[in-house]
């Protein structure tokens, strides 16, 4: 028989169109019975879920305290600072001497440890807290270790940079919104330089619109342990020290005129060193970035506090301006312009020259040829996110610090600084074009820095002065 010849096999009628039989109703019009869908076979419901869960906590709960502290003590010392935030019980048991001592032994040298002792009824958070305050003292103490060689360019200890690298501190950027909450975000790039360091941030995760904040704060996280090679451990817990605070309106913020822009994005300056960068198509935050001069910077990063920042004095300027004006009191001053990564220019200038005022100081004079400095490369800022880097021209980083005789420092500054055409320059014959010029103003000083191009098209610095 052929395959065209073939009975088709009997089919049974579906149970629906069965004689006396409901029609059943489409998988999409069927009505769900929730009050018994707790009682069908294998299904869950946040009762028996919550049963669960009270269950699994009776258990943990069961446990006596010496099964708890055997569990503990394979915890490092971040884990168990967070247990320690689970319930009043596991307060008192992560607390307990045993686990803080061998926590002790894991991060405390065996000199140290012997200073510490142990009375014979000591209270129970007695290793706990000597843990943590000779973690700090140790951490402390490799910070400040040779600062007083001081760096024959910079004039700042030698030290100071590998010092702040060593101590892995995470800058930290809190945003609280206008509804009290706030919002933590660490730097995702660090770079140190002869000067300063300075950190970008581009990484905002789960942060509200910008029109939502009010305000902002820089923070040092230090981390409290380390290994015994002085590495910060990794899930350390920190101590916070505030190094700058300030109002964060956005609406106002993007009012101003923008210190530099590009085709990507519009750069806006904030107090401290800060720079904020906004999508020029949908004016969102785009990154943050800022710049933390060396000079006093480990006092601030270990002294401060969450609420209050450790204030140093600035070193004073001299009162009479006989001293000045006569030349009683020299001043030399270290420059340095570049981008986050690399040097543009950089020169030191052992004795500054006064004009007869006495409140201006001479670092390069236009009249003198001889003593203009060349810059590097041209002046732009690169920057980058997770998506997009692009480079803002004549924008770029500016660090300077001037020291008198004694040699106190009597300015330290690093911020974002804007290369702009200066209508007022003087037509010399030795440079072509227009001149440009580099002013920043910090409290009662002001640097003036005046750039031309040579016949070559190479940028020169024919001036650049203090005011005091």
Known sequence: MSSKQRPRPLQSKPHSARKGSKVALPIKEQKTDTANV????????????????????????SFPDELLITLFAYLDAGDLLVASRVCHRWLQVSNDNTLWRKVAERYLPRGVRKKIGEPLEAPTQYWKKECIKGSVTLRNQRAYNKLDTPDPFTFLPDRVKPNLEKLGVIYTLAFFDRSGSHHYIRADDIFYHRMSVTARWYNFGELPTPARLQSLKLLALNPVFYDHKGVACRNSPCQRSLLCQMDFDWSELTKQTPLGSDSAVDLFRLA?????AAWKDGGGLAFVAGNLPYHNLIDRCLKGSFKATHTCQPGALVSDPAYRRFGLNDYSATFELRTQRQSIWSEQFRTLNKDPSGNTLIAIRSDRVHQHSPLERDIELPWKTDLFKNKTRNVCIMDAMVRDTNGRVVLAVSEFVHSSADEKAKVTYDYEGQGRSISLTKGLASILLLIDKDSLNKQVISSLTISL
């Open 272 to 276: 401290n060193g800060l720079v904020v």
């Open 38 to 61: 707790g009682n069908r076979k294998g299904s869950k419901t946040i009762g028996s879920i919550k049963e669960k869960r009270a269950d699994s906590r009776n258990v943990v709960d």
